[in-house]
């Protein structure tokens, strides 16, 4: 499934944004939906997850508490709303899905298991 992230920018420490990722031409309502980070040198990092047969959502725990996912399957687009941003959440963010039923609990937080990617939106916090 093609997937279009958008919404990021330069915002100050402390402000918010909120990322979206549309799924061109269908819903999310068979995937499994992801957010990750990367920046240049690192692995790409697990940011959250949606799993929709059990309705769970999962968080790093550097971002638990300040960033929310969230689907929309009306109008197909996974959010990922940031809230009291960090400098160190500076990244490109990426959203991902996995065919439902495809990840198993224990590889949510694993890029590996995630077959659909968007292409990336820089987020930028400013200290």
């Known amino acids: 499934v093609p997937l279009q992230a958008s919404g990021g920018g330069l915002v100050q420490a402390g402000g918010d944004l909120r990322l979206s990722c549309a799924a061109s031409?269908?819903?999310?309502?068979?995937?499994?939906v992801a957010w990750f980070r990367q920046n240049p040198g690192n692995e790409r990092e697990f940011v959250a997850a949606?799993?929709?047969?059990?309705?769970?959502?999962y968080y790093a725990d550097s971002v638990k508490g300040r960033f929310i996912i969230s689907t929309n399957n009306a109008k197909s687009t996974v959010y990922l709303q940031m809230n009291s941003l960090k400098p160190e959440d500076t990244a490109v963010y990426y959203c991902?899905?996995?065919?439902?039923?495809?990840?198993?609990?224990?590889?949510?937080?694993?890029?590996?298991?995630?077959?659909?990617w968007g292409q990336g939106t820089q987020v930028t916090v400013s200290s």
């Open positions: 031409g269908r819903t999310f309502s068979n995937y499994d």
């Open positions: 949606f799993r929709r047969g059990e309705f769970n959502t």
């Open positions: 991902a899905a996995a065919t439902r039923g495809r990840i198993i609990t224990s590889s949510v937080r694993n890029p590996s298991a995630y077959s659909y």
